[in-house]
């Protein structure tokens, strides 16, 4: 990261939901710790990959950044401003600059509006009217995402998956955003079209130099897309680098075995067959996470250290500068070995 002011500064970025019980007052019992104290950067045009198992807060954090929902504690700075409990006022000269696109194509568009009603309805609540008019702005957009301008005034049961993901990208690039954040934009698409989808928003990303915070649980997509990687277990990030320093470089232990568990092709079998580290146990409840390193049930190098103090994020001795992980015995190997030593939790 430079020194320049980021695009996006997120600090001890906090979200719980809490829980209610008893009757019959509806009081407080406690609380989901979906998202608990993330910390993290996104430049100009830099593209973030946010990833992780289900449930590991992923999404809630996609929806803090673009303030769907109120964060309980931390704080959100873009472009140097606090936004972080920002006001409908304040916010709106900032709702332009930062768009989401949405997990699943089929619930995110209103099957009662056509196509040119749903990329041109951002421009109308922002009363913004392009050279040429909205509809040929619309039309224009349709292009760029590799639809057909005359498709303008189709509904969206007459797409398929991929093209109404399409649509979804053309309604976040309407305003000329800075940033946009891709909730696991591909999942819900077949495996033939999500390259397509991921190619075409880094071209887009390229393009017009917007800046992305991609999440996903794909490692290859984020592999593809991203430059710089941030995984995250349990509401926390345990570890964030630059792609290839993190791919090549994992420090963490739960970042090797989400690493050791990606499908590799093998051309013969005379080379080193890496073996898949088998976590152990389920991942804990959020309304109750375990104390200290909240990885430390399902990690094999667990000690009474990991379970009193919870490790920092920060650079391990050994690290490329802006490589930070969040673990007392970080991994030493600079890639994953061929043959992993069977300790106990480690492998089945």
């Not at 695009?7 to 979200?15: A, E, N």
């Not at 760029?144 to 093209?163: A, C, D, K």
């Not at 013969?268 to 804990?284: A, F, H, K, N, Q």
């Amino acid at each position: 990261m430079s020194n320049a002011t980021p695009l996006l500064d997120v600090s001890g970025l906090t979200k719980h939901f809490p829980i209610k019980g008893g009757f019959p007052i509806r009081r407080t019992v406690g609380a989901v710790q979906a998202v608990d104290g993330l910390d993290f950067q996104v430049a100009e045009g830099e593209s973030l990959g946010l990833v992780g198992e289900s449930g590991c807060g992923k999404s809630t954090t996609g929806r803090l950044i673009t303030r769907l929902l109120e964060p309980t504690a931390g704080t959100i700075s873009y472009r140097g401003e606090d936004i972080t409990h920002a006001g409908r006022r304040q916010l709106a000269p900032i709702r332009s600059e930062i768009q989401m696109i949405f997990q699943d194509p089929y619930a995110s568009l209103n099957p009662r509006q056509t196509v040119g009603k749903i990329v041109s309805g951002p421009m109308e609540i922002n009363d913004i009217n392009p050279a040429g008019g909205r509809e040929n702005r619309v039309r224009e957009l349709l292009e760029i995402v590799g639809l057909n301008p005359e498709h303008y005034n189709r509904f969206p049961h007459e797409f398929s998956g991929g093209q109404r993901q399409r649509i979804g990208v053309a309604r976040a690039l309407a305003l000329e955003p800075k940033l946009i954040v891709a909730d696991e934009p591909v999942s819900a698409l077949d495996v033939s079209i999500q390259a397509q989808v991921v190619n075409l928003l880094q071209k887009v990303q390229q393009e017009l130099g917007i800046a992305f915070v991609f999440i996903a649980h794909d490692l290859a997509v984020v592999r593809h897309f991203s430059q710089r990687v941030a995984v995250m277990y349990l509401g926390k990030i345990v570890e964030i680098a630059d792609r290839d320093d993190l791919y090549g470089n994992p420090r963490h232990p739960y970042t090797r075995a989400l690493l050791s568990a990606v499908p590799e092709a093998t051309v013969d079998d005379d080379g080193p067959v890496r073996e898949r580290i088998r976590l152990v146990g389920d991942v804990p409840s959020p309304i109750s996470p375990p104390s200290g390193c909240r990885f430390r049930t399902r990690c094999w190098k667990a000690t009474d250290k990991c379970a009193n103090e919870a490790p920092p994020l920060v650079q391990v001795e050994g690290n490329k500068p802006g490589h930070l992980t969040a673990c007392h015995y970080p991994e030493t190997e600079a890639l994953i070995p061929a043959r992993l030593s069977k300790n106990p939790g480690a492998a089945a």
